[in-house]
């Protein structure tokens, strides 16, 4: 349990983002009491400065008072814990002492007090027994509540983070990974949360390594522990052995020189072996990542979530903000498609200029295109915004979350709306844009044939898309396990929209999570999707499969396993005709 | 200055944790003067329950209550009896 010979201890989840980091942990719940300001005081301040310590004591006395007045009566008996809690703040070792030190050395009251409980844990840790544990987490319990009454910390504050780290947490909201400085973290590991969770989209995104799925991970691990987490197979392991770093360090050593290796080769366009091209793109969040798409061989934009603007904000952009980002993908990007989405938000992504008004369900709520088309103005906003990015290259617009052909009539309207304000300010555009839906929605799929005469392409979101027909929630560990791209029932839905894009000449693209895993290539090529839109990271090894599978082949394969009606025999189908060409294409860690 | 001192062996099962120490402490902090709890030649302030569970003692430790005046004899029985009898927890 001591810091001197600490156990190793590993624990599995679930592989959200492939890589390998080793780092210290940091714990994001925590947050606002791990990191603290240290300032001095003078001398005729300090009395003040003890005061502003005595009540936040006071407040964290009041504090647990009340939650012990407001215990239901089941859980009085359990109250004591709460009673030891309230004499501990008041602990002359740390309450005394604490003042003693910002009146002696006039350094701020949360210097002191991490101080002071920094020589506690450390008088602790040299007594062997371990009936002891518990007194450490008691101590810190107590002075992380006095903690957060002294910087007022009742918000995470990721957005702080001045160190490498790992980032331990229960779970990351969309809104919380948004504030994160991106280049500050090694990997993330998560309780909560399954394959497709947007945790693991964000580090995907972001080429870091994260399991998700650990239930108890912030229970066992400390923050600054040591850890090595492996995203390609799902493992964290807390406080690592040396022989443990040592395979760690290596294997890290050989996904890099793997990745150089396929990026290397991903500048080229992929092609069957009997000549069909696909076009491989990538999935982007913000104008920067443009660099990373093109950086492993993009060939466009597939899909550019523009929710990010509109996040981690307290106001909406303006059309101009949203102008110069989009513009700045377009022109990197010219002549390749930028496939702009507009905005989805209020799913589960929380927006955070007005979200005020919870709903019980998000994901079944207002969001995406019914949010927009609710909020006419906001939406025509950004459709300016796209059209007057269009001059500077080869823009895409997908209205998302489309379940019925009303809602396209409507947003088309209103795009033509944004063109004609637009030319009555004379300000250049570019109308002549292909304009295309989202296939997310089971809806849509039943009504693949009536919405691919309105529009000009099918682009299929699998996660959504999955969720959605199998009434799941890919972040419910509970129900993780039913998210499965290979199901009869989802193969169906694809080969319903591919065929009916196929029948009016429309083209059908395809860029959820689905997409940018190699192991379902065979399979997608075989339904007939023309472009696969991915995280960038994921491009070279899809390409590299591409160039190794007979499209001809595939075809007659899908064709095959539409038969079947078990997930379980078209996974082994899968296996029996792909494995070895996959497992030769694909690293395995 | 008379010192006055009583011998106490802990037979709660959890021995002197967090809570135990804490209604020690809740007691000794109601006294005029200071009140010593000992084990094995180590002295702690019986206030503090930091200090108390620095002594480490489990079950079967014997520890010795001191107190250094005679006014406070009466929270000297009663630590001493809150002792003995587990704090109410066996």
Known sequence: ??????????????????????????????????????????????????????????????????????????????????????????????????????????????????????????????????????????????????????????????????????????????????????????????????????????????????????????????????????????????????????????????YEDYLTLITRESHHRAETPDGHYVPVMGNIELSEEVVSVRDHGGEGIGLYRTEFQYLSRSEFPTEDELFDKYREVVEVMAPLPVSIRTLDINGDKAIGANGNDEEPNPALGLRAIRYCLKNPELFKTQLKAILRAAVYGNVRIIFPLISNTQEVEDAQKLLQEAADELDRTGVPYNGDIEAGIMVEVPSAVILAEELAKMVDFFSIGTNDLIQYAFAIDRGNQNVAHMYQPLHPAIMRLLKQVADAARNNHIGVYMCGEMAGDPYFVPVLLGLGIQELSMNPLSIPAVKRVIRAIEADEAKKFVNQALQETDVKRITAMVEESYGSILAKQIYKA | MKQLARDVVIINKLGLHARSAAKIAAMAGEAHHPIWLEKDGQRVDAASVIEILTLMCPQGTQVTVVIDHPDDTGILNAIVKEIESGFGEI
């Open chain 1, 1 to 254: 349990m001591f810091a001197d010979h600490l156990e190793e201890i590993r624990i599995n989840g679930i592989k959200a983002s492939p890589g390998i980091c080793i780092g210290k942990a940091y714990m994001v719940d925590q947050e606002g009491v791990d990191i603290v300001e240290r300032y001095y005081i003078d001398k005729q301040h300090r009395s003040k400065e003890v005061k502003r310590f005595k009540a936040a004591v006071r407040k964290a006395i009041d504090e647990l008072n009340e939650i012990i007045t407001n215990a239901p009566e089941e859980f009085q008996q359990h109250t004591g814990i709460i009673e030891t809690h309230m004499v501990l703040l008041k602990d002359k070792m740390l309450y005394d002492k604490t003042i003693q030190l910002i009146e002696a050395e006039g350094i701020n009251a949360e210097w002191a007090l991490k101080r002071i409980v920094a020589g506690l844990k450390s008088m602790f840790r040299n007594i062997s027994d371990t009936y002891l544990r518990e007194r450490t987490a008691d101590i810190e319990q107590v002075s992380d509540r006095i903690m957060r009454n002294l910087v007022g910390a009742d918000k995470v504050n990721i957005g702080a983070i001045d160190k490498r780290v790992i980032l331990v947490a229960r779970d990351l909201s969309p809104a919380e990974t948004s504030q994160i400085q991106l280049e500050r973290i090694k990997g993330f590991i998560t309780d909560r949360g399954g394959q497709a969770s947007h945790t693991g989209i964000i580090a995907r995104t972001l080429e870091i390594p994260a399991v998700v799925g650990l239930r108890n991970a912030t229970r066992l691990i400390n923050n600054e522990d040591l850890l090595a987490v492996d995203g390609t197979n799902g493992v964290v392991v807390i406080h690592p052995s040396d022989n443990t770093l040592v395979e760690f360090e290596e294997r890290q050593q050989r």
